[in-house]
């Protein structure tokens, strides 16, 4: 059993959020707390807590969010370029069970990451 995260609220509507874009699939939203000038989360409407739980049929889906990322990225004019990260597990800094992409963007990005 699966359970409610804040991500499915916020799909839901029961809680606010800055949303950017919306599909059938997927929803955007900006970060309630930016780490870059533009810092947009982009999420599954379906409810999957992490890459570790992606199925087969999930590929079509996940196709989707990336080419959802990079028109977005295109349409919040991060020209120069920009950081995409989806965060896994307690080492990979995961704090929101409900997989998602973060969209980073409007400054430089340094490497290896924190
Ligand atoms: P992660 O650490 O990869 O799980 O990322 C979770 C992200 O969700 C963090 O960057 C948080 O700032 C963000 N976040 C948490 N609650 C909200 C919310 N209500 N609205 C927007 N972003 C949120």
Redesign the pocket.
């Known amino acids: 059993m699966s359970e409610t995260t804040?991500f499915r609220k916020?799909i839901d509507r029961e809680?606010p959020?800055d949303i950017v874009y919306e599909d059938d699939l997927c929803l955007a939203?900006?970060?309630?707390?930016p780490?870059s000038p533009t810092h947009v989360?982009l999420i599954p409407k379906k409810e999957i807590p992490t890459v570790n739980e992606l199925v087969e049929e999930d590929q079509t889906l996940m196709g989707h969010l990336l080419l959802v990322a990079g028109k977005l990225a295109g349409q919040l004019g991060l020209d120069g370029g920009y950081r995409l990260v989806i965060?896994c597990g307690r080492d990979g800094?995961?704090?929101?069970d409900h997989i998602?992409i973060?969209i980073l963007g409007g400054r430089g990005m340094s490497w290896p990451p924190g």
Do not use: P, S
């Open positions: 804040i916020i809680i959020a939203f900006n970060d309630i707390n780490q989360l965060n800094g995961q704090e929101v998602h973060h």
